[in-house]
């Protein structure tokens, strides 16, 4: 089988098509034909080296969502069966031709619906769930999305109005996607760049991180909330949180799947419903062979995307 990995951090251009024997599944594990996988930021930042701890042990595969069909099961595996399409979560592992992928993260691919659609949809879908459950809009309050265009953020977007939110920010690298975002039924697009993002909102939901954090974390009125989900880290001004009655609260998609399992069900049959009827577009910005992988990650780093970057082995 091919994969993609890296032997040294860098850029795009470190990765490299490998021949490899298939992988095993072990206990709680699937082995999936990949159909579709996912090309996400804190892939790219950990083939940078810039994940928790200073980036992945070496060599190493980026990894974060597949969807496929299962060829193998693990011995304990009970809920699947040879022949299914899945979507999961892999969080590594992923750029390649067979996966494995934990059968507690994997949900089944409705009839009719593709792969890439699968990808495009479930995780980013599934973060701007979280992150809107975790901040817990009223219906009467004001969000600001940072990385709106983004896979998760551009979905963040459409849930947000979805759910009542009455104003809804969009702030992005570049005004070039306003047209886009505002398609999408955001209210105001603002550019990071911008000296003021308007008004102060309610919540902030905070995709990006790093050198942004401090502006995000401003751009909250008194008593707001701020949900953190990014792999960009950043620095926290203590004084702000204690000046304005703010807060900040971490969330990532392993420990919420795993803990709040019900509630991953629920958001992922609510994600199909909400697509199945039109009410929720998960855009596809390309689709790229496994083969130029570096070219997808480029795609990223230049933040030109506008939804989804998919590989198709």
Same mark, same amino acid.
């Given at each position: 089988?091919?994969?993609?990995?890296?032997?040294?951090?860098?850029?795009?251009?470190?990765?490299?098509?490998?021949?490899?024997?298939?992988? $095993?599944?072990? @206990?709680?594990?699937?082995?999936?034909?990949?159909?579709?996988? !996912? $090309?996400?930021?804190?892939?790219?930042?950990?083939?940078?080296?810039?994940?928790?701890?200073?980036?992945? @042990?070496?060599?190493?595969?980026?990894?974060?969502?597949?969807?496929?069909?299962?060829?193998?099961?693990?011995?304990?595996?009970?809920?699947?069966?040879?022949?299914?399409?899945?979507?999961?979560?892999?969080?590594?592992?992923?750029?390649?031709?067979?996966?494995?992928? @934990?059968?507690?993260?994997?949900?089944?691919?409705?009839?009719?619906?593709?792969?890439?659609?699968?990808?495009?949809?479930?995780?980013?879908?599934?973060? &701007?769930? +979280?992150?809107?459950?975790?901040?817990? @809009?009223?219906?009467?309050?004001?969000?600001?999305?940072?990385?709106?265009?983004?896979?998760?953020?551009?979905?963040?977007?459409?849930?947000?109005?979805?759910?009542?939110?009455?104003?809804?920010?969009?702030?992005?690298?570049?005004?070039?996607?306003?047209?886009?975002?505002?398609?999408?039924?955001?209210?105001?697009?603002?550019?990071?760049?911008?000296?003021?993002?308007?008004?102060?909102?309610?919540?902030?939901?905070? !995709?990006?991180?790093?050198?942004?954090?401090?502006? +995000?974390?401003?751009?909250?009125?008194?008593?707001?909330?701020?949900?953190?989900?990014?792999?960009?880290?950043?620095?926290?001004?203590?004084?702000?949180?204690?000046?304005?009655?703010?807060?900040?609260?971490?969330?990532?998609?392993?420990?919420?799947?795993?803990?709040?399992?019900?509630?991953?069900?629920?958001?992922?049959?609510?994600?199909?419903?909400?697509?199945?009827?039109?009410?929720?577009?998960? &855009? $596809?910005?390309?689709?790229?062979?496994?083969?130029?992988?570096?070219?997808?990650?480029?795609?990223?780093?230049?933040?030109?995307?506008? !939804?989804?970057?998919?590989?198709?082995?």
């Amino acid at each position: 089988m091919r994969r993609v990995r890296f032997h040294s951090y860098g850029g795009p251009d470190v990765l490299r098509v490998e021949e490899a024997e298939p992988p $095993v599944p072990g @206990p709680g594990e699937l082995l999936v034909r990949t159909e579709a996988i !996912g $090309v996400t930021l804190p892939c790219v930042r950990r083939v940078r080296g810039d994940g928790k701890g200073g980036g992945d @042990p070496l060599p190493s595969m980026p990894g974060g969502e597949i969807a496929g069909e299962i060829v193998a099961l693990g011995p304990d595996v009970t809920d699947f069966t040879v022949g299914d399409r899945v979507t999961s979560l892999t969080f590594k592992g992923s750029y390649t031709e067979l996966a494995l992928a @934990p059968a507690t993260l994997a949900r089944r691919i409705p009839d009719g619906a593709s792969a890439v659609q699968a990808v495009a949809l479930v995780r980013g879908g599934q973060v &701007a769930l +979280a992150a809107l459950s975790t901040a817990a @809009p009223s219906g009467t309050e004001s969000v600001l999305i940072t990385g709106a265009a983004s896979a998760t953020g551009h979905l963040a977007v459409q849930l947000a109005k979805l759910q009542g939110v009455p104003r809804v920010v969009a702030a992005v690298s570049s005004a070039a996607k306003a047209e886009f975002l505002y398609g999408l039924g955001a209210d105001e697009v603002v550019t990071y760049d911008q000296d003021s993002w308007g008004e102060p909102v309610d919540i902030v939901l905070d !995709g990006v991180g790093g050198e942004l954090l401090p502006r +995000a974390l401003a751009a909250l009125a008194e008593g707001g909330r701020l949900i953190f989900f990014n792999s960009g880290g950043g620095t926290v001004p203590a004084y702000e949180l204690l000046a304005g009655s703010k807060t900040v609260t971490g969330l990532t998609m392993r420990r919420f799947a795993t803990v709040h399992r019900e509630r991953y069900e629920r958001h992922h049959a609510q994600l199909w419903e909400l697509a199945g009827s039109g009410r929720l577009h998960a &855009a $596809v910005h390309a689709e790229l062979p496994l083969a130029d992988a570096a070219k997808a990650h480029a795609i990223i780093e230049a933040r030109a995307n506008l !939804g989804k970057v998919v590989l198709r082995p």
